[in-house]
T-cell receptor, first 109, second 111 residues
Framework: GQQLNQSPQSMFIQEGEDVSMNCTSS?????WLWYKQDPGEGPVLLIALYKAGELTSNGRLTAQFGITRKDSFLNISASIPSDVGIYFCAGQPTGKLIFGQGTTLQVKP | DARVTQTPRHKVTEMGQEVTMRCQPILGHNTVFWYRQTMMQGLELLAY????????DSGMPKDRFSAEMPDATLATLKIQPSEPRDSAVYFC?????????FGPGTRLTVT
């Protein structure tokens, strides 16, 4: 079946640093979504992307839909301690979402 | 602030018992999803509904799992009989188009 490769699996960074993570797929996706999950909670939608090449920001977060439609990246600028969590990409070829395995982010104050 | 609600938040049960999880989707959303999350498998789609009609339940073990939407405000996921390997966090999500909004999950432990 279709799979997403999300990298890196985990990151440990210093507060104030910028963060970049990405997802790649073997097939074309029509939609890319980025979620963040805090411990004990459900994933929260951060950014949704619908067009190839689209670049969308949400505060310190910026995500892009790759022009090949097979990848997407998420950047977090000037990280803060509350950015800690697991970030998931999700892609939609048709109908249902497929989720990446997640990137665990830890921020050292 | 509209949210997906799920009950119970935690459930501990013995193997062989029936488990029912409930979800109230966000009012106005026409699509409801059930996911299971484990460390090993990540987020797996079990089933989803559009306008209360089941569209895909291929991710669900049919012999023991069942999902229904008796009305637009309630979705249920039932496991009968439960097994230890069913231990996981079960999420409900609802949406209108491609964006899905998740509930807080039900953490199920089967002993």
């Amino acid at each position: 079946g279709q799979q997403l490769n999300q990298s890196p699996q985990s990151m440990f960074i210093q507060e104030g640093e910028d963060v970049s993570m990405n997802c790649t797929s073997s097939s074309i996706f029509n939609t890319w979504l980025w979620y963040k999950q805090d411990p004990g909670e459900g994933p929260v939608l951060l950014i949704a992307l619908y067009k190839a090449g689209e670049l969308t920001s949400n505060g310190r977060l910026t995500a892009q839909f790759g022009i090949t439609r097979k990848d997407s990246f998420l950047n977090i600028s000037a990280s803060i301690p509350s950015d800690v969590g697991i970030y998931f990409c999700a892609g939609q070829p048709t109908g249902k979402l497929i989720f990446g395995q997640g990137t665990t982010l830890q921020v050292k104050p | 602030d509209a949210r997906v609600t799920q009950t119970p938040r935690h459930k501990v049960t013995e193997m062989g018992q029936e488990v029912t999880m409930r979800c109230q989707p966000i009012l106005g959303h026409n699509t409801v999803f059930w996911y299971r999350q484990t460390m090993m498998q990540g987020l797996e789609l079990l089933a989803y509904f559009r306008n209360r009609a089941p569209l895909d339940d291929s991710g669900m073990p049919k012999d023991r799992f069942s999902a229904e939407m008796p009305d637009a405000t309630l979705a249920t996921l039932k496991i009968q009989p439960s097994e230890p390997r069913d231990s996981a966090v079960y999420f409900c999500a609802s949406g209108w188009s491609y964006e899905q909004y998740f509930g807080p999950g039900t953490r199920l432990t089967v002993t």
